[in-house]
């Protein structure tokens, strides 16, 4: 069967026609944050990672210039992103490689799969793409009869598990070597209660040898596509994406269209921000530039849209496109970090997928926007200079308008704004609450009905509010200073007399 005649409804697998339930991410959080330990390793392990990036990035002077010049490639690239797109086609092209178009998620998978079966292709190895995840291909070709193997460590560990990944560039980020261990010994036969890190990389490596070995076509996402040359640019520190695509005859790139930058000049300034960004490393192990198939072999590149046209139409979330996916912004986020990825429900997790997920689906990322405490360290460490924590500011005020804020918050936000507009009545609010507060039964303020408190407690209720305290020191200081203004001026001395001085 074509692909472009299969169009069974058990297919449909886009995050666009994805139909499951509203994600609460506060909901999805407490069972991760409720595991105490695990949550402080977490954020621990994710600080340690963003301290390496501090590091890296203050060994380059030229560190801001760098940002600056990578935001501004990036914004002339999205404003001509047509022209530029174009330009990557006829190239890529010249050198002999296959170029197709995707709307969304399902044509991405039907061009995959349709490109697959063409070649009588049964076994796959995958690098780490995003995309790919973003378009639920794995469970599509495994619905078709095909093996697909993530070939990343990360990713191949989260894969038997049959777990997403909880970060874009540490897919197993959110699990110990214990957890790998058990996983290991349930999957590939290493010995029970095995946890030693170089026992279980090498078990897996053999492992995965022999997948690469077995492939009959190799899948690698795409971290840099350049408009002059025609070519595209995978960054490992594994060395999976190069071994994936060397050993099989075909070839397959898959990537979102915002990867495109106009020259190969361009490439060195994103090259020295990403990998220092996502892990504190100066370069990634492995940078490798893709110009045109081998020999006797095939390479194919799907360039995707899925939603990122209608991003780069509105003013004030263009400038997400501009994410080269390093995921500093996860590493520093305070809420990701004791949260967990998973509990984002989203392939992109952290604050930069909680501007794109509800770009795709509002209704269904509609609480992603308020985890987040706007503390805008996210935009401080962001290499191309995305203004995250704005933007996830302006999504508030766009599900406000969408009405897909809950009914209690919308409520409760309108009579805050009717209090602060008089204050006269925050004065008096404040003072019934400072008196009252503190006589309530404890169960009358922290139940299951105030979500708030579920793992918060109120500070002691102050005896004077601010504006009483300075209306005191105010009254105070000036008393202090009416004795002195009071007192008669000390007694100059007379002046002395001739005898005197004498």
């Not at 105490?36 to 501090?54: P, V, Y």
């Not at 490109?115 to 780490?128: A, E, M």
């Not at 191309?384 to 409760?412: C, G, M, N, Y």
């Amino acid at each position: 069967m074509s692909p472009q005649h299969d169009t069974s409804p058990q297919h449909d697998t886009s995050p666009q026609h994805d139909t499951s339930p509203r994600q609460d991410h506060a909901r999805a959080a407490s069972a991760f944050v409720a595991n105490r330990g695990r949550a402080t390793w977490h954020d621990q392990s994710l600080w340690f990672i963003r301290e390496k990036r501090d590091r890296a990035a203050a060994s380059l002077p030229e560190w801001e210039t760098l940002r600056e010049r990578a935001s501004q490639i990036k914004a002339h690239t999205v404003a001509k992103l047509a022209h530029y797109l174009e330009e990557f086609e006829a190239n890529a092209q010249r050198l002999g490689v296959k170029v197709h178009w995707a709307a969304n998620a399902e044509e991405h998978n039907r061009i995959v799969l349709g490109i697959l079966q063409q070649h009588g292709v049964r076994k796959v190895v995958k690098s780490k793409s995003m995309l790919t995840e973003e378009c639920h291909l794995n469970p599509y070709l495994e619905r078709h009869g095909l093996e697909v193997v993530d070939t990343d460590l990360g990713e191949r560990i989260v894969q038997l598990r049959q777990e997403p990944p909880s970060h874009i560039v540490l897919p197993a980020i959110h699990l110990k070597k214990q957890d790998v261990g058990d996983t290991f010994h349930q999957h590939l036969g290493t010995k029970a209660g095995a946890d030693d890190p170089q026992y279980l990389t090498e078990s897996a490596r053999g492992h995965l040898r022999e997948k690469f070995m077995a492939a009959d076509a190799g899948i690698t996402g795409v971290n840099f596509a350049i408009a002059e040359t025609g070519g595209v640019v995978v960054c490992t520190n594994e060395g999976n994406a190069d071994l994936g695509v060397a050993l099989p005859k075909l070839h397959i790139a898959c990537m979102g269209i915002e990867k495109i930058i106009p020259r190969a000049a361009d490439l060195g300034v994103f090259v020295r921000l990403l990998a220092r960004s996502a892990t504190g490393q100066p370069i990634t192990t492995y940078t490798s530039h893709f110009h045109g198939p081998r020999p006797g072999c095939e390479m194919h590149v799907v360039l995707v849209d899925n939603g990122r046209s209608q991003i780069r139409s509105s003013d004030e979330f263009r400038r997400s496109l501009a994410c080269i996916r390093c995921g500093a912004c996860m590493n520093t986020c305070p809420v990701y970090r004791r949260s967990g990825g998973h509990s984002y429900g989203s392939t992109v997790p952290g604050p930069i997928g909680s501007i794109l997920s509800p770009a795709m689906d509002a209704e269904k990322h509609s609480t992603l926007p308020f985890a987040c405490s706007l503390c805008g360290s996210c935009t401080d460490v962001c290499p191309v200079k995305i203004d995250l924590h704005h933007q996830l500011f302006t999504w508030r005020r766009e599900l406000a308008l969408k009405k897909l804020v809950p009914a209690t918050k919308r409520l409760s936000m309108k009579l805050l704004s009717f209090v602060l507009q008089r204050s006269w009545l925050f004065a008096l609010g404040g003072k019934l609450m400072r008196r009252l507060v503190p006589k309530l039964p404890r169960a009358l303020l922290y139940n299951r009905f105030n979500a708030w408190g579920r793992q918060r407690e109120l500070p002691p209720m102050p005896p004077q509010s601010f504006r009483e305290l300075y209306v005191i020191r105010k009254r105070d200081a000036a008393s202090a200073r009416e004795p002195a203004r009071a007192a008669p001026p000390a007694e100059l001395p007379s002046k002395p007399s001739q005898g005197d001085a004498a």
